[in-house]
Structure formats: structure tokens, C-alpha cells
Nanobody, 115 residues
Framework: VQLVESGGGMVQPGGSLRLSCAAS????????MSWVRQAPGKGPEWVSG????????YYANSVKGRFTVSRDDAKNTLYLQMNSLKPEDTALYYC?????????WGKGTLVTVSS
């Protein structure tokens, strides 16, 4: 199982970024997927999840209305569109397989929101 995140960077408050997570080594379309972030000096925070099959989507209250999760099963890729970014969104963003037990994680991509 391999999960590789990309798309992070530095952006000003109010800006946008789109993160991608390329999955391999398992049947992507069979699994729910999650985004998790970890801010400097803090513990991991679950951000969003998307079910396979039903396509149900879930968000943490802290990002609801600003972030949009999606998936392209043909490309084995998970996405996170982040709009109206705030300094408190600064974190290392990880994708993880599953929502319930998040058994595999990528190495993360760094998002820095600063003026």
C-alpha cells in the first residue's frame, strides 16, 4: 500500500490550494478514504472522509463550508480542495486509507497559510 500526497505549499490567508493523494498497492475503489492534518506542536486532527460506493462525505466542523473532498477511482486519486484558507489551517496534511481505522497513511504534504 502506498499513498503519496502532493499539492501543498505556502499561501496567503483567503487563498486556495488543491491537495492530491495518489494511491497504489490496493483496490482504491473498495476503500473509504480520509484526510487528516497535524499542526505544529499539536496532535492529528481528522479533516474529512469520503465513502466508496455511497459517496457520502464528512467534514470536521473546522473546515466545513471551506474544504471539499472528492475522489477519482479511475485515477486512484483522492483530492482535497481547500478554499478560504486561514492561518490555523497550517499543518502537515495526510491522506489515509479508510475512515474507521485509517490503517495506512502517506508521508504528508505541508500547507502553510501566512501573510
Amino acid at each position: 500500500v502506498q499513498l503519496v500526497e502532493s499539492g501543498g505549499g505556502m499561501v496567503q490567508p483567503g487563498g486556495s490550494l488543491r491537495l492530491s493523494c495518489a494511491a497504489s498497492g490496493f483496490t482504491f475503489s473498495n476503500y473509504d478514504m480520509s484526510w487528516v492534518r497535524q499542526a505544529p506542536g499539536k496532535g492529528p486532527e481528522w479533516v474529512s472522509g469520503i465513502n466508496t460506493g455511497t459517496g457520502n462525505i464528512y467534514y470536521a466542523n473546522s473546515v466545513k463550508g471551506r474544504f471539499t473532498v472528492s475522489r477519482d477511482d479511475a485515477k486512484n486519486t483522492l483530492y482535497l480542495q481547500m478554499n478560504s484558507l486561514k492561518p490555523e489551517d497550517t499543518a502537515l496534511y495526510y491522506c489515509a486509507r479508510s475512515i474507521a481505522n485509517m490503517d495506512y497513511w502517506g508521508k504528508g504534504t505541508l500547507v502553510t497559510v501566512s501573510s
